[in-house]
């Protein structure tokens, strides 16, 4: 594949004014915040990761216990803890500037902001040495509006975090494995820390990375020179040295049960079967690839023949060792969710941007490029129909910015086929990622936060600050919808419930207790209530779309009635 050098001119990325050319960091970051500040303020807290990893979080502000992970009285014994120190990091600095409160979801985002734009600019630092400065810029910018990235840079959780770290020690192990006798003593240092710090954020997924494609470098190359210049002599110590404080003490704390629970309910349950009914046969991700890395899939997609053609060029050989081998592995998984993959995404844009800024490069055939096309075509279709269908579903109403959503899309796809039909495919992947603003705005600012039916536990605490003011989480309880956005939006001692007439119960415990139940859990709830000659007072409903389980759910408000 051939790399256009560093400073040669290329119309194709006219679609930036010089000025920002000319400083590609500052453009990337404003890229980043671009598109990925609209919604970030405004969407509710998520179920059901998000509000997990940030009630947990908030629980760790409260108590000040920084080692055990809880949500509500229930141990959280799946993750290691080094995205919740970022999220309590952001809430402290935030409350201490006066710029957010705990109780504000996106103070929890703010890592996975911060680690969405370190991915991007590691994408483009590094990539320079693999595939020029120009295509390095370009492929970073297709990173950064790729849909999957859009969305965890607007989750608090462990992903967009990750994505950082695993770029940055790839990034280092590029430059171990192509100039070995220049990789230095505090470059190694660099990688074994930052590799201690991914298993803070997600235990083996960061170091899987580098390991896989270590292995395959070594087998395709028959050696590894690189080896000695990481240094794991002193790096694996040191990495170890990262990581260990923290799992010593939750070890100690949590007499064993961490790692009981993390490796063996955790892990091992997502390797075998798919957790949570998140299955997918092998091949899902490749399917899905299309819809994830949107808009600059269709262009990664046309760059493959050519890249696996070259794969004896040593840049594209490291970048597809990076990619191919835990590719595999996540389709093996059972367990499949889209981010999974996504630490894999910095090579495939690389891949794809050195393609597109390549003046020699080869067209795969028509069937492919039609296949790329429909990918880029179907998915900005999918968006549309998508929105569309939410807020008919949720509004029973074609909401206005509903309505923007079909020509922004429509506007992206014939701008990037059209650019792509003259040739000038470089330009088509950074107009992708330019035009994605207003579509990706639209729907996360403009359409998301508005369909109030989904967002149940933010507007069952506004009725119950309206109707109960004063009131604590220790005296509410719910039942059927025992969410972990309700523990964020009401507080962490709320008590889940199971049936009915646990709700009865929980109310006739104690005064001044409320109660949340569910329709389908008010008969037995009114029988026990009436067994325990328990006088009610109806004090409002919410009624929203529970969209994790898939059904619409009304929850009425009980206390003691006089």
Same mark, same amino acid.
């Given at each position: 594949m051939h790399i256009p050098a560093p400073s040669s001119p290329d119309r194709s990325l006219g679609a930036l004014p010089d000025a920002l050319q000319r400083r590609p960091r500052l453009a990337l970051v404003l890229l980043c915040l671009a598109l990925w500040l609209p919604g970030f303020f405004s969407l509710p807290a998520t179920d059901r990761d998000e509000s997990r990893f940030a009630q947990a979080t908030r629980q760790m502000v409260d108590t000040g216990d920084y080692v055990r992970i809880r949500v509500g009285e229930e141990e959280r014994n799946k993750k290691p803890a080094g995205i919740h120190w970022l999220q309590a990091g952001s809430v402290h600095l935030l409350e201490a500037t006066g710029l957010g409160e705990r109780g504000d979801i996106w103070a929890y985002r703010v890592p996975s902001l911060l680690g969405g734009i370190l991915a991007v600019l590691a994408t483009f630092h590094w990539g320079r040495s693999l595939v020029g400065r120009r295509? @390095?810029?370009?492929?970073?910018?297709?990173?950064? %509006?790729?849909?999957?990235?859009?969305? !965890?840079? =607007?989750?608090?959780?462990?992903?967009?975090?990750?994505?950082?770290?695993?770029? @940055?020690?790839?990034?280092?192990f590029a430059q171990a494995y192509l100039r070995p006798e220049q990789f230095t003593a505090r470059q190694a240092a660099g990688f074994w820390l930052i590799l201690g710090a991914s298993v803070l954020l997600k235990g083996p997924v960061g170091p899987m990375v580098p390991l896989l494609a270590g292995v395959t470098l070594a087998i395709a190359d028959k050696g590894a020179p690189w080896l000695r210049a990481l240094r794991p002599g002193w790096g694996?110590?040191?990495?170890?040295?990262?990581?260990?404080?923290?799992?010593?003490?939750?070890?100690?704390?949590?007499?064993?049960?961490?790692?009981?629970?993390?490796?063996?309910?955790?892990?091992? %349950?997502?390797?075998?079967?798919?957790? !949570?009914? =998140?299955w997918g046969p092998p091949g899902f991700y490749l399917l899905t690839f299309g819809i994830a890395a949107f808009p600059g899939a269709w262009i990664v997609l046309c760059a493959l023949p050519t890249a696996w053609r070259e794969r004896l060029h040593p840049p594209t050989r490291l970048l597809l060792a990076w990619v191919v081998p835990s590719w595999l592995v996540f389709e093996a998984v059972q367990t499949k969710l889209p981010h999974y993959t996504l630490p894999l995404y910095p090579p495939l844009m690389l891949l794809g941007a050195a393609w597109a800024m390549d003046p020699l490069r080869h067209l795969p055939r028509r069937w492919w490029r039609g296949v790329a096309a429909a990918a880029l075509i179907l998915t900005a279709l999918g968006l549309v129909l998508a929105a569309q269908a939410a807020a008919l579903f949720t509004l029973r109403d074609m909401f206005v910015t509903g309505l923007l959503i079909g020509p922004l899309a429509a506007l992206l796809v014939l701008v990037l086929l059209r650019t792509a039909w003259r040739g000038e495919w470089g330009r088509a992947g950074l107009l992708g990622a330019l035009l994605a603003i207003p579509l990706y705005a639209a729907i996360l600012e403009g359409l998301v936060p508005r369909l109030q039916p989904l967002w149940i536990a933010p507007r069952l605490a506004a009725t119950l600050e309206a109707r109960v003011p004063g009131l604590t989480s220790r005296d509410f309880g719910i039942t059927s919808h025992a969410e972990p956005s309700v523990l964020f939006a009401v507080g962490g001692e709320t008590s889940l419930l199971r049936t009915g007439a646990d709700a009865a119960r929980f109310l006739a415990a104690g005064p001044g207790r409320v109660v949340a139940v569910g329709d389908r859990a008010e008969k037995d709830f009114q029988a026990e209530a009436k067994a325990l000659s328990l006088p009610l007072q109806d004090i409002g409903n919410v009624t929203g779309f529970n969209y994790t389980r898939g059904r619409w759910v009304t929850l009425m408000l009980f206390r003691q009635g006089t």
């Open positions: 295509a @390095a810029f370009l492929g970073a910018a297709m990173l950064a %509006s790729s849909l999957v990235l859009v969305a !965890e840079a =607007h989750i608090a959780k462990t992903d967009a975090a990750l994505l950082a770290t695993v770029a @940055a020690i790839m990034g280092l694996l110590p040191l990495m170890a040295a990262a990581a260990a404080p923290w799992f010593i003490a939750i070890g100690l704390a949590t007499e064993g049960r961490f790692f009981e629970q993390a490796v063996g309910g955790d892990m091992l %349950s997502k390797i075998g079967s798919g957790e !949570e009914k =998140h």
